[in-house]
């Protein structure tokens, strides 16, 4: 039975990573599924973050995370790469939770 779920699972898995691929390979995607894409990475982070930031009532959390997350901000409108704030915020994190 533990079979049939690891097999489930991974052929779930190989579809799901796999359709971008053949949507991509047959010809151009329309233009809101183009934006839907390009804003994806952006929403993605955002709800990563989001509940580390804020607290449930509304309020700054304190620690290292809002400290963060304005970095993350500077150095993405500075930089205009969501890498170069990824990184910036693992290691600012990591760097205020040290001390």
């Known amino acids: 039975m533990i079979w049939l779920a690891i097999a489930g699972s991974a052929i779930a898995t190989f579809l799901v990573r796999s359709t971008p691929f053949v949507?991509?390979?047959?010809?151009?995607?329309p233009p809101a599924a183009s934006r839907?894409?390009?804003?994806?990475p952006v929403a993605i982070i955002a709800a990563l973050v989001g509940p580390a930031v804020?607290?449930?009532?509304?309020?700054?959390?304190?620690?290292?995370?809002?400290?963060?997350a304005a970095?993350?901000?500077?150095?993405?409108?500075?930089?205009?790469?969501?890498?170069?704030?990824?990184?910036?915020?693992?290691?600012?994190?990591?760097?205020?939770?040290?001390?």
């Open 36 to 40: 839907y894409l390009e804003a994806l």
């Open 23 to 29: 949507v991509t390979i047959r010809g151009r995607l």
């Open 71 to 99: 970095l993350v901000v500077v150095t993405v409108v500075w930089r205009r790469s969501l890498l170069a704030g990824v990184l910036v915020g693992v290691i600012a994190v990591a760097l205020l939770r040290t001390t």
């Open 54 to 68: 804020v607290a449930p009532a509304g309020t700054l959390t304190h620690g290292a995370e809002p400290v963060a």
